[in-house]
């Protein structure tokens, strides 16, 4: 019996500036001073999810050889196990170091609020104004995300421990499975609604700089999870 796994991968929305910026400058510099250094900050958030997929695909490895083993191997399977749920605690580690990143950059994209306000431009205005509502959802998208993703790793160690127990049965071993497999549908959702935010916040930051006539070289569009 297999376990479906599902990779998190992380968003990145990177861009260089051809325009020179200045804390004191008009309110349409401030405002872009403030969304490039979140994205900085979330630099942090893009290192650990590539840790994070290297992990997964070490367990993933860990857990195909424990369900190649029969009960007869016990030895080997405590071991494996062991590895793994290594790999797990491993990942609660990352995940730790990615809310930080996150926690750091919503703290200064929330300075970003305090100076829509001083923008004369109606259209920019309103733009920066749905931007900023739109970063909004995206961090309680990423809130349900990480929840989410916190819950299966629980449910994977726990099936860890139960494979170190010589009297493990069948079915407590496919309930626990069956577990896994819904929280990381949960998972695939709370993702999907991330990227879609992440998506709209995009669009309407290449919006605002446009409308502010701020000249800009792209590196990437945002990627998908």
């Known amino acids: 019996m297999s376990l479906k796994k599902f990779t ?9 500036f051809i325009l020179a910026s200045c804390s004191n400058g008009t309110p349409e510099e401030q405002i872009q001073n403030h ?5 900085t900050l979330e630099e942090g958030f893009e290192k650990q999810q ?24 016990m030895d080997k399977i405590k ?6 749920i290594e790999t797990v605690d491993k990942r609660k580690e990352a995940i730790k170091k990615e809310e930080e990143s996150i926690e750091q950059a919503k ?19 309103d733009t920066a104004e749905k ?9 309680k998208a990423y809130d349900n995300l990480n929840k989410a993703y916190k819950d299966a790793l629980k449910l994977e160690k726990e099936m ?9 049965k069948q079915e407590t071993l496919t309930k626990k499975i069956d577990a896994i497999n819904n929280a990381y549908e949960k998972v695939i959702a709370s993702n999907d609604n991330f990227n879609k935010h ?3 916040y995009n669009e309407m930051k290449r919006d605002f700089y446009e409308q502010v006539g701020m000249d800009v070289t792209y590196e990437g569009d945002s990627d998908e999870k």
Not at 160 to 168: F, G, I, P, R, V
Request: zero cysteines.
């Open 8 to 16: 998190i991968v992380a968003l990145g929305f990177m861009l260089l």
């Open 35 to 39: 969304l490039e250094e979140a994205v």
């Open 50 to 73: 590539s840790k994070i997929t290297d992990l997964e695909k070490k367990e993933q490895e860990l857990y195909n050889q424990i369900m190649d083993l029969g009960k007869d191997e």
């Open 79 to 84: 071991k494996l196990a062991k590895q793994a």
């Open 107 to 125: 703290e200064e994209f929330t300075k970003t609020k305090e100076v829509v306000e001083d923008l004369e431009a109606k259209e920019a205005k």
């Open 131 to 139: 931007m900023v509502e739109t970063m909004q959802d995206r961090y």
């Open 160 to 168: 860890y421990e139960l494979l170190s127990k010589e009297d493990l």
């Open 198 to 200: 992440t998506k709209e």
